[in-house]
């Protein structure tokens, strides 16, 4: 199962998960994020990733996919909260060499120059 949620701020959108990103839920977590996005007009993207606990190559490619989708507007990517495990997997497939890593989601908006989230 996975919880989604968003805020924004600016510029800024901020997507919470939780629970388990696999390929049974990854397409959910695109059309949501996509739809966030299109309809805040937003042009960077922070994933926080505190409450997942789980991550397959699925959900590494709905961040990927997401990555090309702010880069191609000029904005930035920022994930927060990575668990020991979806660190790992992240730096395995070398999404640490495009993708901003902060520890706090107030650390990832700081970077971006931005104030904390308001929720939508």
């Known amino acids: 199962m996975i919880t989604m949620t968003a805020e924004v701020t600016g510029k800024v959108l901020c997507v919470r998960l939780g629970g388990e990103l ?7 977590v695109k059309e ?7 309809k805040h007009q937003t042009q960077h993207l ?4 505190a ?6 190559s699925s959900g590494l490619g709905v961040i990927l996919g997401r990555y090309r989708q702010v880069n191609e507007m000029g904005g930035n990517v920022t994930v927060c ?3 020991t495990q ?3 997997l992240f730096q395995l497939s070398g999404l640490f060499k495009i993708m901003y890593v ?7 908006l700081r970077r971006l120059g931005e104030e904390p989230c308001k929720t939508l």
């Open 81 to 83: 909260g990575l668990s």
């Open 46 to 49: 922070i994933w926080n990733l």
């Open 51 to 56: 409450g997942l606990h789980f991550m397959d």
């Open 32 to 38: 949501f994020v996509v739809s966030e996005m299109e």
């Open 86 to 88: 979806v660190k790992r």
């Open 102 to 108: 902060e520890p706090t989601e107030q650390d990832a």
């Open 22 to 28: 696999d390929h049974y839920y990854a397409e959910q």
